[in-house]
């Protein structure tokens, strides 16, 4: 079973401070990386992608993925109240197109 | 304006009823995928298709089906034998040429008479 873990929260950040999200995995072969964002009520949008180790960064988002310790990772910089969701990781196991959810992480951001 | 619709926004089932959940895309994506969303949970697949007249069961395939006729449509059926249907049920998309990036429809709350 390929497993995809995420600490469910509430994260709770101040307005205009540095949220972190993390994501692990268990497969090892695991090649693709995203994170979705998904406001109550409504569909995952996806915000990051990510293949190779290191960081990627798309505006105020980066996503770090470290493939030796299994981890990705979402840092949102000048957290708005706007970004209050819940953050999915998605991690396509080797050899299968189709990605694994976690869970999804809460994110509350106070002004 | 290209994207990826689903309807109802809002579907009602009763005892024993079979309902059918529409999902249409015009981004000429080649693949697509149901996934169920329970409170707290993460999503679950139930079937995807990778090109027209074929597709596999996903995780939780049991008490539903679907067909794919076109390359644009790819309907889910609850059927009765679904026994616990109350969900968010999400439809996606991928193209060819990057299958394993998702996008996702707005999705469709199924709700238990």
């Known amino acids: 079973q390929k497993e995809v873990e995420q600490n469910s929260g509430p994260l709770s950040v101040p307005e205009g401070a540095i949220a972190s999200l993390n994501c692990t995995y268990s497969?090892?072969?695991?090649?693709?990386f995203f994170w979705y964002r998904q406001y109550s009520g409504k569909s995952p949008e996806l915000i990051m992608f990510?293949?190779?180790?290191g960081d990627k960064e798309d505006g105020r988002f980066t996503a770090q993925l470290n493939k030796a310790s299994q981890y990705v990772s979402l840092l949102i910089r000048d957290s708005q109240p706007s970004d209050s969701a819940t953050y999915l990781c998605?991690?396509?196991?080797?050899?299968?197109?189709?990605?694994?959810f976690g869970r999804g992480t809460s994110l509350i951001v106070h002004p | 304006d290209g994207g990826i619709t689903q309807s109802p926004k809002y579907l009602f089932r009763k005892e024993g009823q079979n309902v059918t959940l529409s999902c249409e895309q015009n981004?000429?994506?080649?693949?697509m995928y149901w996934y169920r969303q329970d409170p707290g949970q993460g999503l679950r697949l139930i079937y995807y298709?990778?090109?027209?007249?074929?597709?596999q069961k996903g995780d939780i395939a049991e008490g539903y089906s679907v067909s794919r006729e076109k390359k644009e449509s790819f309907p889910l059926t609850v059927t009765s034998a679904q026994k616990n249907p109350t969900a968010f049920y999400l439809c996606?998309?991928?193209?060819?040429?990057?299958?394993?990036?998702?996008?996702f429809g707005p999705g469709t709350r199924l709700l238990v008479l």
């Open positions: 497969d090892r072969g695991s090649q693709s």
């Open positions: 298709s990778q090109i027209v007249n074929d597709f």
């Open positions: 990510i293949y190779s180790n």
């Open positions: 998605a991690v396509n196991p080797g050899g299968s197109y189709i990605p694994t």
């Open positions: 996606a998309s991928s193209p060819s040429d990057r299958i394993e990036t998702q996008y």
């Open positions: 981004l000429n994506h080649d693949a």
